[in-house]
Antibody, heavy 116, light 110 residues
């Protein structure tokens, strides 16, 4: 199983960014998928997940109304559209294959820096 | 919102010793508790799920116990590669509306 995030970079406060996560060796459509982030030197924070069909979509309060999760099962890709970005959104963003066990599979992460 | 509190913040031990890490929930999470290991510069790795089940490929020296609000991760006979940061994580009934992590315990070489 391989998950590869992309799309991170430097963005100004108030700006937007779209992250992508590509999956391989993975029955992508069968899996719930999550985004989890980790601020520099800090712990882990779950921010969103969705099931394979889009029936269940949930967000952490810290990003609700600003971030949107989506997926394209045909392309085995997960996305995170981030808007109204703040300095406190600076973090490494991981995508993770999610089940009732927890976060089974993780990508290596992509760094998002929000700064002027 | 359920809060997970891990203790100690840092644990200093030597290879070969036993590590005991604690995770306490602010209210019952039944057995919906997982543990992760994270090494510097790497993504976390699932170790234990449902409080006491080892994930695929996890060595038998890792074990988890507990239910309700108090959980323990035990690592017997520490290997050099076990020194890392460990996080607990909880969820509610599947599919949950939220997942939360503890703040982590750093296991360092004494």
């Amino acid at each position: 199983v391989q998950l590869v995030e992309s799309g991170g970079g430097l963005v100004q406060p108030g700006g937007s960014l779209r992250l992508s996560c590509g999956a391989s060796e993975f029955t992508f459509s069968d899996w719930y998928m999550s985004w989890i982030r980790q601020a520099p030197g800090k712990g882990l924070e779950w921010i969103s997940y969705m099931d394979g069909s889009g029936t269940y979509i949930y967000y952490a309060d810290s990003v609700k109304g600003r971030f949107t999760i989506s997926r394209d099962n045909a392309k085995k890709s997960l996305f995170l559209l981030m808007s109204s970005l703040r300095a406190e959104d600076t973090a490494v963003y991981y995508c993770a294959g999610t089940s009732s066990r927890g976060f089974d599979y993780w990508g290596r992460g992509t760094l998002v820096t929000v700064s002027s | 919102e359920i809060v997970l509190t891990q203790s100690p913040a840092t644990l200093s031990l030597s290879p070969g010793e036993r590590a005991t890490l604690s995770c306490r929930a602010s209210q019952s999470v039944n057995s919906y508790l997982a543990w992760y290991q994270q090494k510097p510069g790497q993504a976390p790795r699932l170790l234990i799920y449902d409080a006491s089940n080892r994930a695929t490929g996890i060595p038998a020296r890792f074990s988890g116990s507990g239910s309700g609000t108090d959980f323990t991760l035990t690592i017997n006979s520490l290997e050099p590669e076990d020194f890392a940061v460990y996080y607990c994580q909880q969820r509610s009934n599947w599919p949950p509306k939220v997942f939360t992590f503890g703040q982590g315990t750093r296991l360092e070489i004494k």
